[in-house]
């Protein structure tokens, strides 16, 4: 069996973000990197099924973007992954869903995956499409926002996150995509010797051109912060006239009260 | 957003611009290493420590361990981190690969445990006692000793201690009292109590491996007749499974000021003549191995004080960048808006100290973990040259950041005002729990003595050479360049005020007597320590200036804050250098000659 979990470096979000030269996405001076949480949970189901199943299946991780991006690729494979993709793309950053995706599909097809895992989105595009995408161009099932996974014999039991604190129940068959949600699973740290492990694992290195052949369906236009709003409210008097006050101000603005 | 407890840029511009330490693997030692797994292992440390040591430690603090049903028991929380610890490898870590380690170097080592430290202190006490103790046994226990005792304490297993103290001897280790009597099967049967034993007694593993010292029946008086015993306070039976009670007593814990978390505690040893122990190397040569731990703890010691003052200084920076208060003395409208309290010239400098004290002491910290491994690796040559720098070095690792950085978690508490002197703010524990650090692993008084009384003197005084070659070296290569000259100037008159000093205390040694030379220990340590930190801030400041000019944004701001931090220290506090030699070289006999009575 063979499985491939997908994976994006993405800024720690306690950096300082500001927007590029261009106005169209961040710059990347002065940030720190680390794998997509969501990816995370990816990588963490992916691991464990591969030691369900044992031997006969390989785990591979695959990510796009330039040369930093190997350090995300080896923490997957320090968390279990058996062998890794980089496909080296210095403009990653600029590319839409769309064509994140026919990277990934056109490498998955020459592979011939039955699994594919993939976070939910992204903590800095946050487009949640690339994951479904993929599965599109590969005409692969797939389910998102998964909090629950069961795999039996080529069977899928997927438990996913819906609105409101609802679940729903998914069942496929492989091949199949499936995206990851925040409670999935708890992802492990990857071990020292796992670690001296990682450096000898096979990392392929292909060059972007080689499976990029969509273009852009959409173009971000602006990067910027938001808009500073207002200063605040500040009430000023004895408490009774403050409570009313208040009170007041929830039912005019707010829903608390409804 | 949550408040870093150190600093990583801090850490990688020590390991890799400052001490370059990717030069190890150029050695089979350590070549299976390199700057990715070092990174990658440092990502680990420093994740396992925000995720699972910090989130706990107020409350550990607030929840010290209580005795019930005769047992101890602690926060949940507290097993849960070094759970995590043991099963990323921390534990076996810098043990060798034929005992199951990864032989990470002991300066990335130490590097990895400075997150723990930071985080919390009381939890990583325990694992790094457990490393401190296995590293004893791999240096001297035998085979049959390291597989019962050493393996399970690699993969967090079993737990270590070390048992010194004891209640009527305190710092005095000659005067312990505890013997082991030799049997038949080859065991020896402990008897005595002690006291202040860190990690002495939890529910956190399956067994304890205390190291406790003893006299073997017949044993000559004094130090020399001292013996190392492995105790466990459970037998570990021939298949490594865990047997019966081992007559290791809990006789009550210790309520302490600080440290919290950490079992404090008091063991009776033999009280029903049951407690077996087990010899490690030769009878009379316990104090010798002991030292093995002792000379690796009290580096660990200077480095849990860093750690401690490296949280509270980044707390304090960051109360400071967000609290507005008052205005600057320019500022005459009462109206307008008030400053964050980092725009006020003194809060800037008790930022600004305790900058100077927790990154000089941080790399020194890593200097000194750096020779440990060129002792280990080096050639005949270069493996005597570390180890004369680390015997003359050892106390100034522990007692000056001991002393230091607990100023820092002062300054910390100052700048949070009436906020820092309240329970609700980390620096109030922060400024306890570093209070233990000039107190135990031998007091700061100790260490004076141990660098006066005899480092400073040791092979002919080959050691303290050393290191004023060492310091020439730095201060030869930075006289040529026009930003760092002046401080090579300023360091080079205080080497020689140093040098004279010690020349003119080694000569009154003899007619002057044992007691007065080393009346005034304590300051001769503070004094030597200084003019190492000024030193150890040139080399940092020479890094960053060699960086500075092709730096930009926060890169470039880092290195200018080295270099006014540098500034700082050669401004602030190695002019007090002039005024210590100046007590000590004339053997200045106020507090010598002060009488019981008079107080």
Redesign the interface.
Same mark, same amino acid.
């Given at each position: 069996m063979k499985i491939l979990v997908c994976i994006k470096q993405v800024p720690d979000l306690?950096s300082r973000f500001k927007p590029n030269a261009e106005g169209v996405w961040y710059s990347e001076?002065?940030l720190a990197w680390r794998m997509n949480e969501y990816d995370e949970y990816a990588v963490e189901q992916a691991v464990q099924l591969r030691e369900k199943l044992g031997e006969t299946t390989e785990l591979t991780v695959l990510s796009i973007g330039p040369e930093r991006v190997v350090?995300a690729i080896?923490?997957a494979l320090?968390m279990g992954c058996d062998r890794a993709v980089h496909v080296r793309d210095s403009a990653a950053a600029a590319k839409d869903p769309w064509q994140i995706a026919s990277i990934i599909a056109a490498y998955a097809k020459r592979e011939g995956f039955d699994l594919i895992f993939a976070g939910m989105q992204s903590q800095d595009r946050g487009s949640a499409q690339v994951g479904v995408a993929v599965a599109e161009q590969l005409g692969y099932a797939c389910t998102t926002t998964i909090v629950g996974f069961e795999y039996d014999n080529g069977a899928i039991t997927a438990k996913r996150e819906l609105e409101g604190g609802m679940k729903g129940v998914v069942r496929m068959k492989a091949p199949a995509l499936i995206t990851c949600q925040l409670g999935l699973n708890v992802p492990r740290?990857?071990?020292?010797?796992n670690?001296?492990k990682?450096?000898k694992k096979e990392i392929s290195v292909i060059p972007v051109a080689e499976l990029l052949t969509e273009g852009a369906l959409a173009n971000t236009t602006s990067f910027h912060s938001p808009a500073k709003k207002g200063g605040g409210v500040v009430l000023e008097g004895e408490v009774d006239l403050l409570v009313s006050q208040l009170l007041g101000i929830l039912h005019e603005k707010t829903a608390v009260f409804r | 957003?949550?408040i870093s407890f150190i600093s990583r840029r801090d850490i990688d511009f020590l390991l890799h611009e400052l001490l370059d330490v990717e030069q190890l693997t150029v050695h089979p030692c350590y070549a299976?290493?390199?700057k990715?797994?070092f990174?990658?292992?440092l990502?680990?440390a420093e994740?396992?420590a925000r995720e699972k040591f910090q989130p706990h430690n107020a409350e550990g603090d607030r929840n010290e361990p209580v005795v019930v049903d005769g047992r101890v028991r602690l926060i949940p929380e507290v097993k849960e981190a070094l759970q995590?610890f043991a099963? &990323?490898?921390?534990f076996?870590?810098s043990h060798s690969a034929q005992l199951g380690g990864?032989q990470?170097p002991t300066v990335l080592n130490n590097a990895v445990l400075s997150f723990f430290s930071a985080a919390n202190i009381a939890t990583a006490s325990y694992a790094q006692l457990t490393m401190a103790n296995s590293h004893l046994l791999a240096a001297h226990a035998s085979a049959e000793q390291q597989r019962l005792y050493l393996e399970p304490m690699m993969s967090g297993r079993f737990f270590g201690t070390m048992a010194m103290t004891e209640p009527q001897a305190g710092s005095s280790i000659s005067d312990l009292v505890t013997t082991a009597e030799p049997t038949p099967q080859g065991h020896y049967l402990i008897r005595g109590n002690k006291i202040f034993i860190s990690g002495g007694e939890h529910e956190m593993a399956e067994n304890i491996v205390h190291l406790v010292l003893a006299r073997i029946k017949g044993a000559p008086a004094g130090v020399k007749g001292i013996s190392l015993f492995i105790v466990p306070r459970y037998r570990v039976n021939q298949d490594g499974s865990v047997g019966e009670e081992n007559d290791v007593a809990l006789s009550g814990l210790i309520h302490k000021m600080g440290w919290r978390g950490t079992t404090s505690t008091m063991l009776n040893f033999g009280e029903n003549g049951r407690c077996h122990g087990y010899l490690i190397g030769e009878p009379n040569q316990g104090l010798s191995y002991m030292f093995h731990m002792m000379n690796e703890a009290r580096i660990n010691i200077g480095q849990f004080a860093t750690c401690i003052g490296y949280a509270g200084y980044l707390y304090s920076l960051d109360y400071a960048r967000n609290r507005p208060q008052g205005r600057l003395p320019s500022g005459k409208d009462p109206l307008s808006k008030q400053v964050m309290i980092i725009e006020h010239a003194d809060i800037r400098r008790m930022l600004l100290m305790q900058k100077a004290y927790v990154e000089g002491a941080l790399a020194l910290i890593l200097y000194a973990s750096l020779l440990v491994d060129r002792q280990k690796i080096g050639g005949a040559q270069e493996t005597r040259k570390a180890g004369l720098l680390l015997d003359i070095l050892t106390p100034i690792v522990k007692a000056w950041p001991s002393k230091f950085c607990f100023e820092a978690n002062s300054q910390a508490v100052q700048i949070l005002g009436g906020y820092g002197y309240t329970r609700e703010y980390p620096v109030e524990q922060l400024f306890r729990d570093n209070r233990l650090s000039q107190i135990h692993e031998g007091t700061n008084g100790i260490q004076g003595i141990d660098l006066l009384g005899r480092k400073i003197s040791m092979e002919n005084g080959a050691a303290f050479k050393l290191l004023m070659e060492e310091i020439r070296a730095t201060i030869g290569e930075t006289a040529g360049d026009a930003s760092l000259r002046a401080w090579s100037q300023e360091l080079d008159q205080a080497v020689q005020q140093v040098q004279e000093t010690t020349e003119r205390l080694l000569e009154s040694r003899e007619p002057a007597g044992a007691d007065l030379f080393l009346a005034n220990a304590s300051l001769y340590l503070e004094m030597l320590g200084h003019v190492v930190i000024a030193w150890i801030w040139l080399r940092q400041a020479q890094a960053a200036a060699r960086q500075c000019e092709t730096a930009?944004? &926060?890169?470039r701001d880092f290195y200018l804050g080295k270099l006014q931090a540098c500034s700082f220290f050669f401004n602030w506090e190695l002019p007090k250098v002039p005024h210590q030699a100046k007590i000590l070289g004339s053997l200045e006999p106020t507090c010598y000659e002060m009488q019981d009575s008079w107080f």
């Open positions: 306690e001076t002065d350090e080896k923490k320090a740290y990857p071990t020292l010797p670690i001296m990682a450096k | 957003m949550s299976e290493h390199s990715d797994t990174k990658a292992i990502d680990v994740q396992i995590a099963e &990323a490898g921390f076996s870590a990864i990470l930009s944004g &926060a890169n």
